[in-house]
């Protein structure tokens, strides 16, 4: 490799990508500028070497804090002999930073268990001497030398080391003190772990030690934002071991999002969140956080520490899925080679204590093994821990072997089916299927009756999605029912057929029976003895829901939308005599049915008429009468051992109970329901059903302001909505996202709104997408959720879905521009503010047009170009209000003319600001820069001065905003050294505001203050 630039333009390339953010791509390009000083011309005259000096010192710096597996020691070895051949290639800058990459290679070998325990502690000897003959502070070598007596197992010269490190002096070569922090909470953690192995409990000191060392560093009182994440991982343990289950579940949404993406994250960052997966019952998102980084292809080859620690993990998660009876579910293993669970149990086990072994080896002690058989004998916690983010439930297990195929029964299965529909489980459906395909498969003769059973089930699958085919299948069946003498099946068959047709759209209705006349038969047959109550009752019901969804969809049982009363608005009985008749005929039935009610299925049917007699109620404006209806149906398809079948009514009634504004009571309905699906110790109900309680708790924990209650609702409804594979989960992570927001969980927040973005976009649902990308950017703040929102934001706002809704698209758009500015993705951000600029002039939104040309002055500038392509579009902003005020003069009213007046001003002012916000201060008032530097303060200036002019001419409207850019202006005036002329600038705000003048919001308190503030500082000036 050859190269034609000069060392000083090597030199200026090494540290211009100093600022590039850390990842492959910046290890990629420090690796070539070191090739390039490896070839540079006359490499041995100072300048060469100083050259390749800073080229090897910014790669060690970007493996450093850029990989996972760093291998910085031989980069800093060679920077150290080179040091000491030609001390002169070593200003003293690149001095210092040979002094600090000392560290990384330390802690490089550390972790590389091949590398011996005398070359480790030589490398520190080394470390020792630089530093002292520097004349520098020991504190980061004690630091290390602790880290070194832990790994090695000495734990009197640990004690000694971190006595001695806390003791030493901080100097500019000291640690950050987040990192610090960061490593003394692991000591305690570590320390925590191991006696916690010992007996359950007792290391609590330990880690509520390491908490709280870590929540500054957490709240983000020290920069050091790479630490957050791995803190976040390093907590869950603690947090788990303490019980304060809440917090762990926070932690690890939040820090999972923020560590996946992080460029040197490795095993060690990630295993504690497959960890608590394994630990919490959320086997599900375990196995999807498993895919995912076998999919990354993580650099964890020259991590052992890490590597160890993740296969520790993943033998936990495969453990669990043993327990589960899942053991033969396929899972990615090393290599991106799919195994068993089962088989990646045992491979991962050993896996994690060979790498343990390896340590312990070069340690001659057992320690690192006794930790990671501590870890593998790690229980779960709790049961289940909803998340927000996550499958709900395992992926199907692998096909059994065609070899052996289990021969089905078909009788047996028609008989589990039969028994199932006996108590209306919802598992019916399926059974009735799985019978159907083995009768067929298998070429069982079924006799009539059979044959009509079959039929009438499978008719009832079809009815959801095809009406009217549906009701000719009823028909066939009650035809086969007849013939089999089988008259009250024949009779229920045909009702289903005439309750199915109702439902078919405008032309294909297959011609039903009058429902009337099959009720009037159905009546004359029972009194006769002919059909049983249960076939009877079945007849009679149908043909109440059919006037019940005449009168009003709620009143027969779709509660998915509206609210009781939305019916009965504004009159206490808007249904009329008509409801008086239905209410009569369900009482009828009712009694019908009192005296057979112990014969099976009978007490259903009176529970279904007492339901819909108590949606009836609500609808007509009687909630007391509801209420207590609506009680009595649950409870009578509790005693019919039913619990799924109390859903309806129980969602009702807490419906019912928050529109009466009985929070309270609605609460208790909801919790009882659901914790008495809970104590049966079985799927009770199904989890579509399970969600839409916990979806409908969330609202009455809202409608009373309860936060964080309302969050845990949305957490398991998220989750159950997933384990049903269906419901609206993107909406409902949506909500979840905007309680989080509203709780201050931005962290955690983001990482759900993420995932709701993600769904929207599928969906293609506009309203929500709006929503999510307006909460995703208050909870964006950290550049790895940055990248992650940006990323879906740029596909929101470009997707090729055509958008119904064009001011959300612009609202989206303008979003996604912000979003990569705040990344530093300035190239994309142009693209998407030209984008949003054009959305906002066809909507004819001047002020966003105006907003969008101010941001793009300010992109220019903060992506280093040259300051006039931001004057320009300060300038095209200025022309804009201009045009508009000169277009629309006759259509503006005073107010919008006043608004485009104002932001004149504002434009002036920002335009002021932009000129100056890159002047380094105290800049020197010499030679070129000084003369540049001068210049931009001067037209600074200038411009503030315009807006003063600006504001004022806006009357009292403006006045605040004029004694603002004048307060500007007086304090670049006084950077300049005019301070008279900023002490004239000072007696015009202050006359602007006379004695007495009112004061409501303490606007001119703030001035008359920063006022002082500046007549202070020109005071110490001028002494």
Request: aromatic letters at 4%; a negative charge.
């Amino acid at each position: 490799m050859t190269t034609s630039r000069t060392p000083a333009q090597l030199r200026g390339e090494t540290g211009a990508q100093g600022l590039a953010p850390h990842g492959p791509e910046r290890v990629a390009r420090a690796e070539e500028l070191v090739a390039a000083a490896e070839e540079l011309p006359g490499p041995d005259t100072r300048e060469g070497r100083a050259a390749l000096a800073e080229a090897l010192l910014h790669l060690a710096a970007s493996r450093a804090l850029g990989t996972g597996a760093r291998v910085c020691a031989p980069l800093v070895a060679r920077a150290l002999d080179l040091q000491d051949a030609h001390p002169d290639a070593f200003g003293e800058e690149a001095g210092f930073a040979l002094l600090w990459s000392l560290r990384w290679a330390v802690e490089d070998v550390l972790g590389d268990p091949a590398v011996p325990a005398a070359d480790v502690e030589e490398w520190l000897s080394v470390m020792s001497r630089r530093h002292a003959r520097a004349c520098l502070s020991q504190r980061a070598v004690h630091a290390r030398e602790f880290m070194v007596a832990q790994d090695l197992g000495d734990g009197p010269r640990a004690v000694r080391a971190y006595d001695a490190w806390l003791e030493a002096e901080r100097d500019e070569s000291a640690d950050c003190a987040g990192c610090e922090l960061a490593w003394r909470g692991q000591a305690h953690a570590a320390r925590a772990q191991r006696a916690d192995a010992v007996r359950a409990g007792a290391g609590a000191a330990d880690d509520e030690a390491a908490l709280r060392l870590w929540e500054p560093v957490l709240r983000g009182d020290y920069p050091c934002a790479s630490r957050r994440s791995t803190l976040l991982a390093d907590s869950l343990p603690p947090l788990l071991r303490l019980g304060r289950i809440e917090e762990a579940r926070s932690r690890h949404v939040a820090g999972y999002l923020l560590v996946r993406d992080a460029p040197a994250a490795g095993g060690a960052a990630l295993a504690p969140h497959l960890e608590f997966c394994a630990r919490t019952g959320n086997e599900p998102r375990g196995l999807e956080i498993l895919t995912e980084e076998q999919g990354a292809h993580r650099r964890q080859d020259g991590d052992q520490a890490g590597k160890g620690a993740w296969m520790a993990s993943v033998a936990q998660l495969t453990r669990r899925l043993v327990e589960l009876g899942r053991g033969d579910l396929p899972v990615p293993g090393p290599g991106g080679r799919p195994r068993t669970a089962a088989a990646l149990e045992e491979e991962a086990a050993s896996l994690a204590l060979e790498a343990a072994a390896r340590f312990d080896a070069r340690a001659a002690s057992e320690h690192h093994r006794a930790a990671v058989r501590a870890r593998l004998a790690l229980r779960p916690c709790v049961r289940r821990l909803p998340l927000g983010v996550g499958p709900g439930a395992l992926p199907p297990g692998a096909p059994a072997a065609p070899a052996e195929p289990a021969a089905p029964d078909p009788h047996g299965m028609l008989a589990e089916a039969r028994r199932l529909s006996a108590l209306g489980h919802p598992a019916a459906a399926t059974a009735w299927v799985a019978a159907d395909d083995a009768v067929t498969r298998g070429g069982v003769e079924l006799g009539q009756g059979e044959q009509a059973e079959v039929l009438d089930h499978l008719a009832m699958l079809l009815a959801r999605r095809d009406p009217a085919a549906g009701a000719a299948r009823f028909t066939e069946a009650a035809r086969l029912f007849a013939g089999a003498g089988l008259p009250g099946e024949a009779l229920a068959c045909r009702a289903r057929a005439v309750f199915s047709a109702s439902f078919a759209p405008e032309g294909t209705r297959v011609p039903p029976e009058p429902i009337g006349v099959l009720c009037s038969e159905a009546r004359r047959l029972h009194a006769e003895g002919s059909v049983g109550t249960r076939h009877a009752t079945a007849v009679l019901l149908t043909g109440a829901r059919m006037r019940a969804r005449e009168l009003s969809p709620w009143a027969d049982g779709d509660e998915e939308d509206g609210t009781p009363f939305d019916a009965a608005r504004g009159a206490p009985d808007a249904l009329g005599p008509a409801a008086d008749a239905l209410d009569a005929e369900l009482a009828d039935l009712i009694a019908l049915a009192e005296p057979d009610r112990a014969a099976p299925g009978v007490r259903a049917r009176v529970a279904e008429a007492t339901e819909t007699r108590g949606r009836l109620a609500a609808q007509r404006g009687a909630p007391a009468r509801a209420a207590e209806l609506l009680t009595a149906a649950a409870e009578l398809f509790h005693e019919d051992g039913r619990p799924w079948a109390a859903t309806g009514p129980e969602l009702a009634l807490a419906r019912l109970l928050m529109d009466m504004g009985d929070h309270k009571r609605a609460d208790e309905v909801l919790s009882g329901a659901l914790e008495e699906d809970r104590a049966e110790g079985r799927a009770a109900r199904t989890a579509h059903d399970r969600a839409r309680l916990h979806l409908l708790h969330a609202d009455v924990h809202a409608a009373q302001g309860l936060l964080t209650d309302e969050a845990a609702s949305l957490r398991c409804a998220v989750h159950e909505f997933r384990a049903a594979g269906e419901g609206d989960v993107p909406r409902a992570m949506l909500r979840l996202g905007g309680c989080l927001l509203a709780l201050e969980e931005t962290d955690e927040a983001a990482a759900v709104l993420v995932g709701a973005l993600d769904g929207l976009l599928e969906a293609a649902d506009e309203t929500g997408i709006v929503q999510a990308c307006v909460w995703l950017g208050h909870a964006s703040g950290r550049p790895e959720q940055l990248r992650e929102a940006a990323g879906l934001l740029r596909r929101a706002a470009l997707g090729p879905q055509p958008w119904q809704d064009r001011h959300g698209r612009a609202v989206v758009t303008h979003l996604a521009a912000d979003t990569h500015r705040a990344g530093h993705r300035f190239a994309e951000a142009e693209e998407l503010y030209a984008g949003a600029e054009e959305l906002w002039r066809a909507l004819g939104d001047h002020h966003a047009v105006i907003r969008t040309l101010h941001a793009r002055a300010w992109l220019a500038r903060e992506s280093g170009a040259e300051v006039g392509g931001s004057l320009r579009r300060m300038d095209a902003a200025q022309e804009e209000i201009a045009a508009v005020l000169r277009r629309e003069e006759a259509e503006l009213d005073e107010e919008q003319r006043l608004r485009l007046r104002l932001e004149v001003g504002h434009t002036f002012r920002q335009t002021a600001e932009l000129l100056i916000e890159p002047v380094p201060l105290p800049f020197p008032l010499s030679g070129e820069q000084g003369e540049a530097a001068l210049a931009c303060y001067e037209q600074g200036i200038a411009y503030a001065d315009r807006a003063v002019e600006a504001f004022h001419a806006c009357g009292e409207a403006g006045l605040h905003e004029a004694t603002s850019a004048e307060l500007r202006a007086a304090g670049l005036e006084a950077d300049l050294g005019r301070y008279e002329a900023a002490v004239v600038r000072l007696t015009r705000v202050r006359a602007t505001y006379p004695e007495g003048t009112p004061d409501p919001h303490g606007t001119v308190t703030e001035r008359m203050s920063e006022a002082g503030a500046l007549e202070v500082r020109i005071e110490n000036a001028l002494s």
